[in-house]
């Protein structure tokens, strides 16, 4: 299980990390020092800069050595958070040898009772900028949209290299327990623009050729940190990240799929198991398929 917390002290970062959790996730907000002065009490852990900002340092000494970071943008200029958001990335790696495992780039929505007046707002274009900016410059992370953007403008981003997006999100107080799409305003943190069911936005996905993924085994295996560096940085993870994507997919499919959604992810698992390089790895990818398909769970490497 990811987290995504305030920022702790290095005791609280210890309980999580022997909690077994994936990667711990903390957001500067916006990484000018006036304007986060300006959006945060003053005298508190979350008005204090430094305390957030130093968070992964924090979380490391502690043992966790999975970490994403982020920026709010929307609050100061999108240029100048982008630049402290890879500043921070190049940071992190050099002093640890580990950078973030993701970067996250929502940008600011309106809520009840919030007044957005002033606020440096970030059109589309300038959005779709920055996604490519960080994508070339942290080619190593995870890159996360959430479905604080609309439909289309995902579907557009997920072709600059976009790796994670969620999808069935509700974040009103009681959201998942209550039928129906509506949102309510007074009882959420901000508005979310795509409110499309995860079955739609899976089969989007599949028909657009991107294959889906529910794969957890870096975590389970050990691939975090300095180890998942070494993967990820020269593309070697791809070798764990095709069969166990599909592997996943296949279980969703199995279990979870509508019937239009399960045909369109048959057809993609086996273009894929096709294209995929004969040899040994290949069988092994074919005799999970099938396992899956008879009914075990939870097969990955």
Known sequence: ????????????????????????????????????????????????????????????????????????????????????????????QERHGVGPHTLS????????????????????????????????SVPYAGMILTAREPAAL??????????????????????????????????????????????EVLRELLEDDHVPSFCTACYRMGRTGEHFMEYAIPGFIERFCTPNALVTLTEYLQDYASPPTREAGRRLVERELAAFPEGAAKESLRRRLQATRDGEHDLYE
């Open 1 to 92: 299980m990811n987290i995504n917390a305030a920022p702790l002290d290095v005791a609280g970062f210890r309980t999580v990390h022997e909690a077994g959790i994936g990667t711990y996730q903390v957001f500067q907000e916006t990484y000018h020092r006036a304007t986060y002065a300006r959006y945060h009490p003053a005298r508190t852990f979350k008005g204090d800069y430094d305390f957030r900002l130093d968070s992964p340092h924090r979380a490391f000494a502690a043992g966790c050595d999975d970490f994403g970071i982020g920026a709010l943008f929307g609050l100061a200029d999108w240029r100048f958070d982008v630049l402290g958001l890879v500043a921070h990335a190049r940071h992190l």
């Open 105 to 136: 780039f929502p940008r600011l929505q309106p809520a009840s009772g919030v007044d957005l007046a002033g606020a440096p707002f970030v059109s589309d274009a300038d959005f779709k900028r920055l996604v490519a900016i960080l994508r070339l």
């Open 154 to 199: 995902r579907r557009e981003i997920l072709g600059f290299g976009v790796s994670q997006i969620d999808a069935g999100s509700r974040i009103e107080l009681g959201g998942y327990t209550e039928a129906g799409d509506a949102q309510v305003m007074d009882r959420e943190q901000f508005a979310l623009s795509d409110l499309r069911p995860l079955d």
